[in-house]
């Protein structure tokens, strides 16, 4: 798999109890996928072939804390209120 892959982080979200958050990976050729921690699995992708899937699963599941710790730090908020003229 090429290394020029871009990786985005939701803020963690709540649902029964239960706390996750969307890894979403892009790269310059338009293909994508997005996947979910902690269970560390691709829930769609666009392009990328089943051995690359697993590659980005097995990508979140040996940075599962760092990518936590990412989505920890996101804060919705901040994002609309971010001056870009700055």
Known sequence: MQDDI???VTQPFE?????Y???RFTDEKGRSAE???PECK???SDGFTGEEV???ERYMEENLAKIKKMAAG???LDAFMKDDNK
């Open 6 to 8: 871009n990786m985005q």
């Open 15 to 19: 649902k029964d109890g239960k706390r």
């Open 21 to 23: 958050a969307f890894v």
């Open 35 to 37: 996947g979910r921690i």
């Open 42 to 44: 691709i829930l769609s």
């Open 54 to 56: 697993e590659a980005l």
């Open 74 to 76: 996101v804060r919705l």
